[in-house]
């Protein structure tokens, strides 16, 4: 399987503290991946450094293809038309699908000849994303997409998003602090806390490698054989695990599956914890 | 790129054009009135120095002086506008927007992108200046108007200067909207820098060459007055030059409201003792010189400028 992204060791340090540490992760082609973190974990740093904007301060990042973005608020030119942003695209890149990029406007019902700052804002992420989109790339980079828009530009968005990679051999990289924007539509999962990479990996792999445990408030300190505490707490009696590894077999721990929601706090919330699977690396 | 560079700026560079339009339009128009007038009321033998020629040469310095107040603090004025509206904003914008993360991130190189950007605009600015400087240069002759070195108002609208200007002061905008990230915090300072580098200037414009020495006997009034007279001091008979008026030598009563009697009176007094005059001003022949040295300064400062925005902008830093 080949690699859309991949970094070794990054890290970019800002006058004040370092923005990411030590950050590898590989994101295999053809899969449309989320980086979750909370804000300010590095996630715009990491994306920006992904395609040319940042140069790490150490570390590699390669992308074997042509890569497109959308930054955060997805910017347009507010006194351009969308025939002139599309302009904009067929003039500043050698691979560029005017075709395309009308198509799906005009599909969109957006009129070419409006002012971008007087569509609404699921229109005006449409025109940025068709920007990127008509550029062909390997890799699609999305920073925020979804932030400022209301529930059903929201869901649009995603939906014609699916579509296109449905059509296309794309991979698409996502981040988001909401979790549960990307639960139907990602299928890998990066979290990013404090700028580090916690989280690497297969999102059915990870769901299938977690477990939720709850038991006597006594044995909080005394985890199952085999596995590894992601997270640990006790309300009263009952003591509970989020722990990652084999099934567990001793009857005082009652066991049930992980959701992504779930799996994504117990990381977030144990900035200690990380499921790096070298995973990532194998299947890289 | 060019397209990118036309559509993003266009509004500046229409508006430049118009004003510059208007102003060789009224430019025009004035001295063709000018023309009109002389053929119609010119004695025989005028323009000329000659006594009946005075009225002449009074109309015309009235109607010379009515365009000129009007585009009098050009000087500043324009690159300030320059500055704040072709340069700031060119880098300014695009942080303020976030459109730099739209456009750094296209098959075109950001090392690309800024060049093209500074080397069409730029040559756009100087070319304005140049057109600006030549209307006055073919407007100023109609009025008999001869200050084009001695006035530094008039020295900064004519040869290389207002290219020079311009120049720096694009170039200086776009370093600031890089520093500052910011539209209008950019415009500011462009108008404080402008402000500063005029007076800099014209303080410093003094020494761009070694004053010439003229010792007067009988006035302390140059000549040729497009000069720029540099400094002045009394020469006492035995040749030396004094560093202060010397005192006790002639009655010297402060002049009362706008008179120069008491000085006039003074000043014969002093000729009349053997007292000499002597004055260090630089010649109109001098012009082209300052012209070079002027704008090869701010030439020079104009490639810093467009050094450190390229540097700050090729470090990636978003």
Redesign the interface.
């Known amino acids: 399987m080949s690699v859309a992204l991949r970094t070794t060791g990054l890290g970019v340090r800002y006058r004040r503290a370092d923005a990411l540490r030590d950050c590898s992760l590989a994101v295999p082609a053809g899969r449309i991946a989320a980086l979750v973190g909370p804000n300010g974990a590095g996630k715009t740093t990491l994306l920006h450094v992904a395609v040319g904007l940042l140069t790490p301060t150490s570390g590699e990042v390669s992308v074997p293809g042509r890569v497109a973005f959308m930054a955060q608020d997805k910017p347009l030119y507010d006194t351009f038309t969308v025939a002139e942003m599309l302009a904009f695209g067929r003039r500043l890149n050698r691979v560029w699908d005017q075709e395309y990029a009308t198509a799906r406007l005009t599909g969109l019902g957006i009129p070419l000849d409006r002012r971008t700052a007087r569509l609404s804002g699921g229109q005006q992420a449409q025109v940025a994303l068709t920007v990127a989109l008509a550029r062909r790339p390997d890799l699609l980079v999305l920073d925020e997409p979804l932030a400022n828009l209301d529930p059903l530009a929201r869901h649009d968005v995603m939906r014609s998003l699916m579509v296109e990679v449905a059509e296309q051999p794309l991979t698409v990289l996502i981040s988001s602090h909401v979790v549960a924007d990307l639960r139907d539509t990602c299928d890998w999962l990066i979290v990013l806390g404090g700028g580090r990479v916690q989280v690497s990996g297969d999102v059915d792999d990870l769901l299938a490698e977690h477990l939720a445990l709850t038991g006597p408030a006594e044995l909080v300190d005394t985890p199952p054989a085999g596995t590894r505490v992601v997270e640990a707490s006790r309300t009263g009696r009952q003591a509970r695990l989020l722990v990652r590894g084999a099934p567990v077999l001793d009857p005082r721990w009652s066991a049930r599956p992980v959701d992504l929601e779930e799996l994504v706090m117990a990381y977030l919330r144990s900035p200690q914890a990380s499921a790096l699977p070298a995973l990532a690396a194998v299947r890289a | ?1 060019i ?2 560079t036309w ?2 700026h266009r509004a500046q560079i229409l508006a430049t054009a118009v004003l510059l339009t208007a102003l060789g339009l009224l430019l025009l128009g004035s001295a063709v009135e000018a023309k009109l007038y002389i053929a119609e009321h010119a004695p025989p033998g005028c323009p000329g120095s000659a006594p009946a020629c005075w009225d002449l040469a009074r109309a015309l310095a009235d109607r010379y002086d009515a365009v000129y107040t009007v585009f009098g603090w050009m000087p500043i004025v324009a690159p300030a506008l320059i500055g704040a509206f072709w340069g700031a904003p060119l880098l300014g914008r695009e942080y303020e ?3 730099h ?8 190189s950001v090392r690309r992108w800024l060049a093209v950007k500074l080397a069409v605009l730029g040559a756009l600015v100087a070319a304005a200046g140049l057109t600006l400087a030549a209307m006055v240069s073919l407007w100023r002759p109609v009025f008999h108007q001869e200050d084009f070195f001695g006035n530094p108002g008039v020295f900064n609208m004519v040869g290389v200067a207002p290219a020079a200007w311009w120049l720096y002061a694009f170039m200086l905008g776009t370093a600031a909207g890089t520093l500052l990230r910011r539209t209008l915090p950019a415009m500011a300072l462009v108008v404080a820098v402008i402000t500063l580098t005029t007076l800099t200037l014209y303080k410093s414009s003094d020494h761009y060459a070694e004053p010439e020495r003229i010792v007067l006997s009988d006035t302390t009034v140059l000549s040729d007055a497009d000069s720029r007279r540099v400094s002045d001091a009394w020469v006492d008979p035995a040749g030396r030059e004094l560093a202060a008026p010397p005192s006790g030598v002639c009655p010297h009563p402060p002049d009362v409201g706008r008179g120069d009697r008491n000085q006039r009176a003074y000043e014969r007094c002093m000729f009349g003792k053997g007292y000499r005059f002597a004055v260090y001003f630089h010649p109109p022949s001098r012009f082209w010189r300052f012209q070079w040295t002027e704008a090869a300064l701010l030439t020079a400062a104009s490639v810093a400028f467009a050094g450190l925005a390229v540097r700050r902008t090729l ?4």
């Open positions: 790129m397209w990118l559509r993003q927007r976030g459109t993360k739209l456009a750094w991130t296209q098959s075109v470090r990636r830093g978003v």
